[in-house]
């Protein structure tokens, strides 16, 4: 061992005295995964829900097979806000209900007050044929026929 003078009195001083902060990574990787997560939700919403015009098409056959049926509640429920309040349920037979039964025969893209919509095509059985106007609003609604 060795004997003499030491230069310091104690063991030297540690290196890192600060307290220990945590590095952000996790928090990166965590905020990272969330908007990979919406994205890839984004991308697959149309995937489980369909398109515009799938939902147009598969809505006005809902509102139809109701009308058929006579279930005219369930019919008032698929009408948009202003047709709801335009209509009880006992009248919206009247109001949409063709000769004989109605059948979905094709959907295009419309606007509706600069908002995008659906044209969706219904044959009759004594051959006339009907637009039902469809609007998003909280879901697919029906919104008046020409």
């Known amino acids: 061992m060795t004997t003499g003078p030491f230069l310091y009195d104690d063991d030297p001083a540690p290196l890192h005295t600060g307290t220990p902060r945590r590095s952000g990574k996790l928090l990166v990787l965590i905020f990272g995964g969330t908007v990979v997560l919406a994205v890839l939700m984004v991308v697959a919403l149309p995937v489980f829900k369909g398109s515009a015009e799938e939902q147009s098409r598969e809505v006005a056959g809902v509102f139809l097979s109701a009308l ?4 005219t509640e369930t019919a008032h429920q698929l009408l948009c806000d202003d047709e709801r309040a335009r209509l009880a349920p006992d ?6 209900v063709g000769d004989g039964v109605g059948e979905v025969e094709g959907a295009e893209e419309a606007t509706v007050d600069g908002e995008p919509a659906q044209r969706v095509l219904v044959g009759w059985a004594d051959g006339a044929t009907t637009e039902l106007l469809v609007v998003n609003e909280g879901g697919a609604r029906i919104c008046g026929s020409d």
């Open 68 to 71: 058929n049926q006579g279930d």
């Open 91 to 96: 009248e919206v037979a009247a109001a949409y």
